[in-house]
């Protein structure tokens, strides 16, 4: 594994263990040559799935965007970020393990909004207005009233 600091190719592994997810394993390196320590995460890699995007075209699927959908869902909530890695790590397990090579961005949203609802209502709400592309603030107290219930 390369240094992210001084880019040597030459770094041991300190420790190892299981994420808390148990998807990937946790590895704490320290360079040998300028001795900085840093972590990488392993994980299988799974056969690729194709986003079927509103559109009908198709990307690959990236648990990236996610994660980024969600960070910026909860900018200054009391989530870390580990928790909505553990958050991304369910979404991709639920859309592995019952869809097939496709799923459509809408399904996966509406997966990401079932798993914020129960996590934080206001990154729910916040999601959702980007998600559902909310344009009115009748359209808000409508998700609003619908949470509340």
């Given at each position: 594994m390369?240094?992210?600091?001084?880019?040597?190719p030459d770094t041991k592994v300190i420790d190892t263990r299981l994420s808390e997810s148990?998807?990937?394993?946790?590895?704490?390196r320290e360079c040998e040559k300028c001795g900085k320590r840093f972590t990488t995460f392993e994980r299988i890699e799974n056969t690729p799935i194709a986003v079927i995007k509103k559109?009908?075209?198709?990307?690959p699927f990236d648990r990236n965007k996610i994660l980024s959908g969600l960070?910026?869902?909860?900018?200054?909530r009391n989530l870390s970020t580990s928790i909505l890695e553990?958050?991304?790590?369910?979404i991709e397990s639920e859309i592995r393990n019952f869809h097939?090579?496709?799923i459509s961005s809408k399904?996966?949203?509406d997966i990401v909004l079932k798993k914020l609802k129960s996590l934080d209502k206001v990154a729910?709400?916040?999601?959702?207005?980007?998600?559902k592309q909310f344009d009115s603030v009748e359209q808000f107290t409508e998700e609003l009233s619908e949470l509340k219930d």
């Open positions: 390369k240094c992210p600091f001084c880019s040597v148990e998807g990937s394993i946790r590895r704490r559109e009908n075209t198709r990307e960070i910026r869902a909860c900018v200054k553990n958050l991304v790590d369910e097939a090579n496709e399904e996966i949203g729910y709400i916040r999601f959702a207005s980007v998600y």
